[in-house]
């Protein structure tokens, strides 16, 4: 059975750099073609891809926010890490992990997301 | 990219059908066969209902059901239950430089 469950801060200020961590199970990042992504959901707002990383350590980011998004696993631990740098009220949203094979794009299997508000 | 567009809401009665739409452009939807779609109650982990369009991942009942036409494609929840209630999402593949692209949601209120 496969989950994924996101932890990290509820409040951030703004310009902080937010962490947040998924940690899995039912799976194994060192399997070919398994992914682990990130999606947010700012309130009444749509759906938003973040960031990708693959088993082989292939990193995808969101065109728009690549310059303050950084990816990384620790495969050991089954963990995916999202950085997020300088963080802005509009920032604030429901932050979801999620597994997604290698080659698709779709997410097969979601966390139940945290929220995550900016504000001062 | 812009999320593709789903209607705010739709309802039925139980044991009715229901019919979600979701419209991109030819660089999304109408661009590859790669429509999936899920379900969200909320508070819960989304699920995935459809890929690829039709595709069912295993245990999703066939009431669920898709197909596309144009930049436009469709989920069609047939014999309405209690527990449909949610709010249902599309995406689409839509390009290689690309993540995907969400819709904006649909809440479906069962009568």
């Known amino acids: 059975q496969i989950t994924l469950k996101e932890s990290g801060p509820t409040l951030v200020k703004p310009t902080q750099t937010l962490t947040l961590t998924c940690i899995f199970s039912?799976?194994?990042?060192?399997?070919?073609?398994?992914?682990v992504g990130w999606i947010r959901q700012p309130p009444e707002k749509a759906l938003e891809w973040l960031a990708l990383?693959?088993?082989?350590?292939?990193?995808r980011y969101s065109p728009s926010l690549k310059s303050r998004l950084t990816i990384t696993k620790d495969t050991s631990k089954n963990q995916v890490v999202l950085t997020m740098t300088n963080m802005d009220p509009l920032d604030t949203a429901t932050y979801y992990c999620?597994?997604?094979?290698?080659?698709?794009?779709?997410?097969?299997?979601w966390g139940q997301g945290t929220l995550v508000t900016v504000s001062s | 990219q812009s999320a593709l567009t789903q209607p705010p809401s739709a309802s039925g009665s139980p044991g009715q059908s229901v019919t979600i739409s979701c419209t991109g452009t030819?660089?999304?939807?109408?661009?590859?066969?790669?429509v999936s779609w899920y379900q969200h109650h909320p508070g819960k982990a989304p699920k995935l209902l459809l890929y690829?369009?039709?595709k069912r991942p295993s245990g999703v009942p066939d009431r669920f059901s898709g197909s596309k036409s144009g930049n436009t494609a469709s989920l069609t929840v047939s014999g309405l239950q209690a527990e449909d209630e949610a709010d249902y999402y599309c995406?689409?593949?839509?390009?290689?430089?690309?993540?995907?692209?969400f819709g904006t949601g649909t809440k479906v209120t069962v009568l």
């Open positions: 999620a597994h997604r094979r290698g080659g698709t794009s779709w997410a097969d299997y």
């Open positions: 039912g799976f194994s990042l060192r399997t070919d073609e398994v992914g």
């Open positions: 990383i693959y088993w082989d350590n292939d990193k």
């Open positions: 030819s660089s999304d939807v109408g661009g590859y066969n790669y």
């Open positions: 690829e369009v039709t």
């Open positions: 995406s689409s593949y839509a390009g290689s430089n690309n993540l995907g692209v």
